[in-house]
């Protein structure tokens, strides 16, 4: 097995950003604050996705799929 250098550095600041996401996702009257749109963007940003990877992503886009569908079936 072959050993390769890790940069902590870089490492901290993904766990760092990680948990920033993960806050705002947790925190509700915060991210409620925010239009549905801002969410999408939020959640299908590369960034995010590199983040929190491909099964939490779709996940937190699954949730804001049915909010919609909540939201539209109230309307109606």
């Known amino acids: 097995m072959e050993k390769r250098p890790v940069d902590i550095l870089y490492l901290q600041d993904l ?6 996401i993960v806050a705002l996702l947790e925190d509700q009257e915060l991210w409620r604050q925010l239009t549905l749109e801002q969410r999408f963007a939020i959640v299908e940003s590369t960034e995010f996705v590199a983040l929190m990877g491909e099964t939490f992503t779709a996940e937190t886009r699954y949730r804001l799929e049915s909010e919609i569908e ?4 109230t309307t109606h």
């Open 15 to 20: 766990i760092f950003e990680r948990r920033q």
């Open 70 to 73: 909540a939201l539209t079936a």
